[in-house]
């Protein structure tokens, strides 16, 4: 079978019908594996984040050396793990949880694994940017190092924070496509399975664009939120 | 009031140790607007830093009405702060909340509720003349309303001291005219002793009662303004009084003889001091550097005369001028006569 004949009239119809009938829920699977391992990976990520920030020598609230050297190096690990090799590996700890290494559901524990030391990053970054005579003059009133995080860095990285949470879930969702491969929904199984394996391209395709389409709207939704909740631009 | 007893910090840098202040002694009563003047590294900053102990002492002691401020444990470190409060060059303001959450923020930090920091807020609004910021953000205000919001926000715990850190510095002269004036107000009005930390001299002389002369770390001259201003003792004060002085150090021609007069304020301006001398002496002196201005009438600054002719000529200018009450001057010259006359 040969590429150009994957498109001929009666494949693009085929393909048409699976856009109403399976894409749908291909669609809503995508998105809320993405959704749910992006919550997770923030649950864990966020407060990581802020003690990569905080927990340094030098940071409002410093931790033993030897903690912030393991969480570095945890976070370092697990973020040099390539994802597709990473959902291999934390199969055994997947059939903990949810009880079965296969489908949605399970696959959003190997996405949150994945993504939680890439949200930290994100979150250590965004908490960098807040300018230090910030965090001296609350200190300068009396704040406790929570209230420091609380009231003022926090608050003070709400754009960046958006933005790279942006970026993370617009990564993520690149992920549940993979998870595609080995036994996750959506539309990476629906390319993978569906269009790659049966020889239709014409669903593989069609499947991209969706995801193209989706992203693009992430993202575009990301950079209008983090643009209208920052007060530091004068003129809007 | 505040003392600082042999106070010391050093830092270790890359570079090896360094002693950003040796040995400070000083006594700031309550009420005083102090000032503490030095060039940038000569360890102002951390010095007022020491005061809140955002900057631990190496060694001596803050005292704070007689409490050591430096035996306190973290919780009561906390609270002192409260009583200290800290304006800054930079402002410091949060960018992502309007004016009035500023404000509210320390009130904030002490479980205050909502509506009794709001209002608390709004009066310090009116009091630093902004009543309708409340809902702006920084970024939409000027330098000066900043800065007045972050007096406000220094103000909200009604402490009992005010430390500014080059809290003028990145304002235009106007602007600076009138945010010393406002901290002068609040000074009188509240009777908040202030320590204003600067590198300008015009500061110290606008708003300053006392002044002490940080140089490497080190007091070089402390007192009353009036008194250091019209006699400048060390070096480094009166580089900072006349800058233009200093340029002036080595205009000396080949044996040449120089006057400087110091104006210290009780010699009216309009007294042609120089022209009634050359008139009434026949010395025709040239002007190789001055800086003077006037205040309430009466000239603050110096002159420095170059006295031609022989050593004869210098005697009886000397003579002249000693005869004028009310002025400072001393010889710098190969003139073998007095070395300095006051």
Avoid at chain 1, 70 to 98: A, C, D, G, H, Y
Avoid at chain 1, 180 to 190: D, E, F, M, T, Y
């Amino acid at each position: 079978m040969n590429f150009a004949s994957a498109f001929t009239p009666e494949r693009l119809q085929e393909a048409w019908n699976c856009l109403l009938t399976e894409f749908p829920f291909a669609v809503w699977e995508t998105v809320y594996s993405t959704v749910l391992a992006t919550f997770f990976a923030i649950v864990i990520g966020l407060p990581l984040g802020i003690i990569l920030v905080t927990g340094e020598q030098k940071g409002i609230r410093p931790l033993p050396r030897p903690l912030m050297s393991f969480l570095n190096v945890l976070i370092n690990l697990l973020r040099s793990v390539p994802f597709i090799i990473l959902m291999v590996m934390v199969i055994p700890l997947t059939r903990v949880i949810v009880g079965t290494s296969v489908g949605t559901v399970a696959s959003i524990v190997p996405l949150t694994v994945a993504a939680f030391p890439f949200i930290a990053r994100l979150v250590e970054s965004s908490l960098r940017e807040v300018n230090p005579n910030i965090i001296e003059t609350a200190q300068a009133m009396g704040a406790t190092p929570m209230q420091i995080i609380w009231r003022v860095m926090l608050p003070e990285s709400v754009p960046s924070l958006i933005t790279n949470f942006t970026l993370a879930i617009t990564t993520i969702m690149g992920y549940t496509a993979m998870s595609g491969a080995v036994g996750g929904g959506g539309l990476g199984k629906l390319a993978l399975a569906y269009g790659y394996q049966r020889y239709r391209y014409a669903v593989l395709y069609l499947a991209v664009i969706v995801l193209v389409i989706i992203t693009q709207v992430i993202q575009s939704f990301g950079t209008w939120l983090a643009r209208k909740c920052d007060k530091r631009l004068k003129n809007k | 009031m505040i003392e600082l007893r042999n106070l010391s910090k050093h830092f270790t840098t890359l570079d090896g140790p360094v002693d950003a202040l040796r040995h400070i002694n000083l006594t700031v009563r309550d009420g005083d607007i102090y000032g503490i003047i030095g060039m940038s590294g000569a360890g102002k900053s951390t010095l007022v830093r020491c005061i809140n102990m955002l900057e631990k002492p190496t060694e001596g002691s803050v005292l704070l009405d007689g409490q050591d401020l430096g035996a306190l444990k973290e919780k009561e470190l906390r609270e002192m702060r409260r009583k200290v409060s800290m304006i800054f060059q930079s402002f410091n303001l949060l960018m992502q909340r309007t004016c009035l959450q500023n404000i509210m923020l320390p009130l904030k930090l002490t479980r205050t509720s909502d509506a009794e920091a709001k209002k608390k807020a709004k009066e310090l609004l009116e009091l630093v003349g902004l009543p309708d910021k409340a809902n702006s953000y920084p970024a939409q205000l000027s330098g000066g309303q900043q800065q007045r919001i972050a007096i406000a926000r220094a103000l909200a715990t009604e402490p009992s001291v005010l430390l500014c850190d080059e809290a003028t510095s990145a304002l235009d002269p106007k602007t600076t005219h009138a945010i010393l004036e406002l901290i002068r107000d609040i000074n009188h009005k509240m009777g908040i002793t202030v320590i204003v930390i600067t590198h300008q001299m015009s500061v110290v002389q606008e708003i300053c009662n006392r002044v002490a002369i940080l140089e490497n770390g080190e007091v070089v001259e402390e007192g009353e303004v009036s008194e250091v201003f019209s006699n400048p003792r060390a070096k480094a004060t009166r580089n900072l009084i006349y800058p233009e002085m200093a340029d002036n150090e080595n205009l000396l021609s080949e044996g040449g003889q120089r006057i400087r007069i110091i104006f210290n304020g009780k010699q009216p301006s309009q007294e042609p001091l120089i022209a009634k001398m050359a008139v009434e002496t026949g010395i025709l002196p040239s002007i190789m550097g001055a800086s003077t201005r006037t205040v309430g009438g009466n000239a603050y600054g110096y002159m420095l005369l170059e006295i031609p002719g022989s050593p004869e000529n210098m005697a009886r200018a000397v003579s002249y001028l000693s005869g004028i009450p009310d002025i400072v001057f001393q010889v710098e010259a190969e003139y073998s006569g007095e070395g300095v006359i006051a």
